[in-house]
């Protein structure tokens, strides 16, 4: 069983004189930077230009500056861009002003297990990753309350790294939710399975699939679109408040039965089959240069995204929220 920490297991004091810059500020930047700087943390935001995120900083009583001035000044460095182009901001503008005593800190395992990121040997390097998105991350704080975070050390320089880690998940509020250890690369390749699979692969096409049964045997399109899309938050909230046993004790006796019987014949091990395809992918690294390595990923998920806004689904669905059904 992992050990889990909580507000008692971790102190501030890992943070008392540092300043902690915060390179970008989108969702989990900007909820970060906030968190840290409301738990008395000092926090700098470093940002590459004077653009949306720049002004929201502004908003939010930050004075942003150049990213390599953030790096130079910061003892701590939290990494918070997006991972296509982590590796390209962290040679140019962070790499140069890295010196021992220095750590570096990411959410996500991804540029540091696949090596697009190499930090050298001097610094420690650590991962906080909350397991929420930005906006829940700041709200759950605001309410005296946290998300559940991940946090590993992939190099231990300073001797007190781990100290560090809890620290910054401390302010963040998310000891208060519990925060658990693990590796770079359990948190990398387990993250992309599920994305992959399950919660944004996994259930986008289960829906379309179900979506274009129904319609292709002839029922109407809105109908289709209420019976396997709109009542699926109904399920995964049930789900997320007291797992699958809740969710099947809240249902119909004939869902029950359906989906216990019927669910294993449409989500068969012929599905398992291919999750393990993707995880030796995932795992040998064929993922990450079909999508950081590949200078046409970027267009390849524009092309993804328009035929998605395309699909028969996302156009019944526009639909109905206009018409307030839904």
Not at 37 to 58: H, P, Q, T
Not at 212 to 240: R, T
Request: with cysteine; hydrophobic share 40%.
């Amino acid at each position: 069983m992992v050990k889990v920490f909580y507000d008692k297991d971790a102190s501030l004091d890992a943070l008392k004189g540092k300043t902690v810059a915060v390179i970008g500020y989108g969702s989990q930047g900007r909820a970060q930077a906030l968190n840290l700087r409301d738990s008395g943390v000092e926090v700098i935001v470093g940002l590459r230009g004077e653009g949306k995120s720049f002004e929201v900083a502004k908003t939010d009583g930050f004075s942003p500056i150049p990213i390599e001035e953030a790096a130079e000044r910061g003892d701590v460095i939290l990494m918070l861009v997006p991972d296509v182009p982590m590796s390209d901001v962290y040679a140019r503008f962070v790499r140069p002003h890295l010196r021992k005593g220095k750590a570096l800190v990411f959410a996500h395992g991804y540029n540091i297990h696949y090596q697009r990121i190499v930090p050298p040997p001097d610094v420690d390097v650590i991962m906080v990753a909350p397991k929420a998105p930005g906006p829940l991350l700041r709200r759950q704080y605001q309410e005296k309350r946290g998300v559940p975070a991940l946090i590993a050390v992939h190099r231990d320089v300073s001797g007190r790294a781990r100290e560090l880690a809890l620290g910054i998940a401390k302010a963040l509020g998310c000891t208060r939710a519990g925060v658990v250890e693990t590796s770079f690369k359990d948190e990398a390749e387990t993250d992309l399975f599920g994305e992959q699979t399950v919660l944004v692969g996994g259930v986008s096409e289960l829906i379309k699939k179900g979506f274009e049964v129904l319609v292709e045997s002839g029922y109407p399109p809105e109908l289709a679109y209420f019976e396997v899309c709109n009542e699926l938050k109904l399920i995964v909230d049930l789900i997320y408040a007291g797992g699958l046993s809740n969710m099947f004790g809240a249902v119909s006796d004939t869902a029950k039965y359906g989906g216990l019987v019927v669910g294993p014949r449409v989500i068969d091990d012929h599905v398992k089959e291919n999750m393990r395809r993707v995880l030796n992918e995932i795992r040998t690294g064929r993922f990450a240069d079909e999508w950081t390595g590949n200078p046409d990923s970027y267009e390849i998920l524009r092309k993804k995204m328009e035929e998605l806004e395309r699909h028969p689904l996302e156009t019944v669905g526009r639909e109905l929220r206009r018409m307030q059904l839904i």
